[in-house]
């Protein structure tokens, strides 16, 4: 098919069949489906707030929020308008809103979308289902969503399980990927074990909305926020460009729009109820760690599943997809839903079991390459990775790009992937890995030239005298400890934190354990402390860190009082054990408001033995010991500052690079010292900051920053220098052929250019 109008009529005909309703009037199985299992309950509480009336402020937050830049809706007014207008368009729009609400339906121009298509990777282009559905709405429902989304996100987290972690707030796919490690590192060749990745067709696209508003009921959503969501799925159309051609409009019954601010929100409510049903099953066995089960891994609509006793999980598991897909429009493709047996031996004896499953020895997952052996997925995922960047780095080479050009460009290109492999692979890369990089990194800066400045000055913030190159040495760290935060501030713990913790042979806390010898100690004893290498990856990029850091072995506030090398009778003396049982963990405990509490006030707050008075003389010696003759509290390293901060949220990865950057003992004051001798005056060194900052900040032309960065950083070859390199070179000015041809000189001094 060529013609432009027949593709278009072809995509129309595809989403209008998709997006149409096969809901049964029959609620029977859905009733029972639901009554089966438990639901958890939103609070009276929480139901108010969400009930509350919408307000001028939430307008005009949703429209500040709401990402500028976008493609606008089918009426062709961007969100950047309503950005521009917002104290004046806030009040009318939330009018709109109330008035659409007591009418039960929106305006027809807030109930189309535009349909635009992209092409999934890997796929057919000739096929319709081959392409993503976006759909375009207009600003003025995206606002509308963007509020009652931001009402749920809150809600979310206590009434979705840690299971799922796509689009829940203060959860990152990355909690799925260490998981799934984990469990591959504890059952490796186990027999009779199996993971299994579900591929689900359109899952967004199917979802029946029946089923969605009972399940809010479910959950115990109001009636006032759920009409307001009927609101946005009351007589929607939908209309589908391709080629600059746009169909006829048609009638959408099912769905939830992917490009709608509440959609991936709504989607998780439509899910769980299905995880809840396969953690309950008691025909699914799960894989077993400690005291926990595990079965289910979720990231929005990527699930997996972890599954023993295959003969019984496997038909069980298709059946209750089966089962919930009748009245969820949840549907798997079976062909493309992959098993991995962790026992390779078994994948001929089980096939009998996998039905029309895909039998496989590895699979992607969250766009990393899966295999039964931890080991390889390091390598077979770093090697692709490397392979990827060199031929992005080819593609650019040739272009006539500056210096600072190209710093950008892996910044912008490569640098977001390396992240993401480092955040999400909780193992050491290949040893050849930032070896190669790091070459590649200088030879594509400099345009396979000789470098003229220090890659460890470029490495640095503008006002040090850097250029910001990424440091794909400091990222890896700071992104390894990123994981090890939640080690000491999770508030809402991950499921992989109790399986690390389950695995440190420790009698302390993994977090206080780091604190318990010498780093050179820690590392030396990796194999004492845990099998599991992810805990020892953990360990030896701490102390790598803290020796990069310069940190002094000292007294910290996570010192461990039990278990603690530097603390003898810690180490032998049961009686701390009890200490430890009663909360006494670490030389925090014993403080208040930066003061040492009294032994009276100790035993009252953790119920320690009078008897015990002198373990208690021998702590208050051993902390004035450390801390040269006083008892105040030890201070925060800046290491410590920032792993101890709430681990939820985003940004970390940059908080703790820019640490480890601090750490760096590079600087530009030689540059700065030329200068002064050049110029015969003393230079104040935050003036000189605020210079290089500025010659960086001060335009948005990279050609100028870069003049301006040669010039301060003195990276002009002059006479002087090349005479340096080659002796046959005289050292005198190109100009005045007198003096000699220093940087000052021919810039400044030289009476042919004065």
Request: aromatic residues 10%; charged residues 20%; glycine residues 6%.
């Amino acid at each position: 098919m060529t013609d432009p109008v027949k593709i278009n009529n072809a995509f129309k005909d595809f989403f209008s069949s998709l997006y149409s309703s096969v809901y049964t009037e029959d609620q029977k199985q859905q009733e029972t489906f639901l009554n089966e299992i438990k639901i958890p309950k939103i609070s009276n509480e929480v139901k108010d707030n969400l009930e509350a009336d919408l307000s001028e402020e939430e307008v005009l937050s949703a429209i500040e929020n709401l990402r500028g830049g976008r493609t606008p809706g089918p009426d062709g007014i961007p969100i950047d308008f309503y950005k521009k207008f917002k104290k004046k368009l806030a009040s009318p729009i939330l009018n709109m809103f109330k008035e659409s609400y007591q009418q039960g339906v929106l305006p027809p121009s807030l109930r189309g979308a535009l349909i635009m298509l992209l092409l999934k990777p890997n796929k057919l282009k000739t096929k319709c289902e081959s392409y993503r559905p976006i759909s375009l709405l207009n600003s003025d429902t995206k606002i509308l969503s963007k509020i009652l989304a931001k009402r749920l996100e809150n809600v979310l987290p206590n009434i979705v399980d840690r299971d799922q972690n796509g689009f829940v707030k203060g959860r990152q796919g990355f909690h799925n990927v260490r998981m799934l490690f984990h469990i591959l590192h504890h059952k490796k060749g186990s027999p009779d074990t199996a993971i299994l990745s579900l591929d689900a067709e359109k899952a967004f696209d199917r979802v029946e909305w029946p089923f969605l508003w009972e399940v809010l009921q479910r959950f115990g959503f109001g009636e006032v926020f759920c009409s307001w969501i009927k609101l946005l799925y009351t007589h929607p159309t939908a209309e589908v460009l391709t080629n600059g051609i746009i169909s006829r409009p048609f009638k959408v019954n099912r769905g939830t729009r992917q490009g709608c601010p509440l959609s991936p929100l709504l989607f998780l409510l439509v899910i769980e109820p299905f995880a809840i049903a396969v953690r309950d099953e008691s025909n699914i066995s799960g894989i077993r760690i400690g005291s926990i089960t595990h079965c289910i891994s979720l990231y929005a609509d990527d699930v997996l599943l972890f599954l023993t006793e295959l003969s019984q999980s496997i038909p069980a598991l298709l059946n209750l997809i089966k089962r919930f897909g009748k009245f969820s429009g949840y549907k798997i493709n079976q062909s493309k839903s992959s098993i991995l047996f962790l026992n390779q031996e078994e994948k001929s004896k089980l096939s009998y079991l996998t039905s029309n499953l895909n039998v496989t020895d590895s699979f992607t997952y969250l766009g990393l390459q899966i295999v039964a052996d931890i080991e390889k997925i390091t390598s077979l995922n770093y090697n692709a990775l490397t392979n990827s960047i060199t031929k992005s780095v080819d593609r650019w080479s040739g272009l006539p790009i500056s210096l600072i050009g190209r710093i950008n460009i892996l910044k912008m290109n490569i640098l977001p992937k390396i992240i993401y492999y480092f955040q999400n692979i909780p193992l050491p890369p290949t040893t050849s890995f930032f070896t190669i990089l790091r070459r590649m990194f200088i030879q594509f800066i400099w345009n396979n030239k000789h470098p003229r400045v220090r890659t460890s000055l470029l490495y640095l913030p503008y006002d040090r005298g850097g250029l910001k190159l990424p440091n794909i040495q400091a990222y890896y760290w700071a992104s390894q400890l990123r994981a090890i935060m939640f080690h000491f501030s999770a508030s809402a713990p991950p499921k992989w934190l109790e399986i690390e913790n389950l695995f440190v042979k420790s009698k302390i806390p993994f977090n206080l354990y780091l604190y318990s010898a010498n780093i050179k100690i820690l590392q030396k004893n990796l194999s004492a402390i845990s099998f599991n290498p992810i805990v020892l990856n953990m360990i030896n990029v701490w102390g790598k860190v803290r020796i990069h850091l310069k940190e002094k072995e000292s007294l910290s506030v996570f010192s461990p009082i039990w278990g603690n090398d530097h603390f003898i009778p810690g180490r032998k003396d049961l009686g701390f054990r009890l200490w430890a049982q009663n909360g006494v963990w670490k030389v925090k405990d014993l403080y208040k408001d930066g003061v040492l509490m009294s032994f009276t006030d100790i035993t009252d707050k953790f119920k320690i033995p009078k008897k015990h008075y002198y373990k208690y003389l021998q702590i208050r010696n051993f902390i004035r010991t450390a801390r040269g003759q006083g008892l105040a509290e030890p201070e925060l390293t800046n290491l410590e500052k920032c792993v101890s901060k709430p681990s939820l949220g985003g940004g970390h990865i940059s908080c703790l690079y820019n640490m480890l950057l601090l750490g760096s003992q590079e600087s530009s004051t030689s540059r700065l010292a030329m200068w002064e001798q050049d110029l015969g005056l003393k230079i104040d060194k935050k003036k000189w900051e605020q210079t290089c900052t500025k010659a960086q900040t001060q335009t948005v032309n990279s050609r100028l920053k870069l003049l301006q960065y040669n010039w301060l950083m003195r990276t002009y070859i002059t006479p002087v220098k090349l005479n340096k390199i080659y002796s046959n070179v005289p050292d005198t000015c190109f100009k005045c052929n007198s003096a000699k041809g220093t940087l000052i000189h021919c810039m400044w001094e030289c009476d042919q250019i004065k």
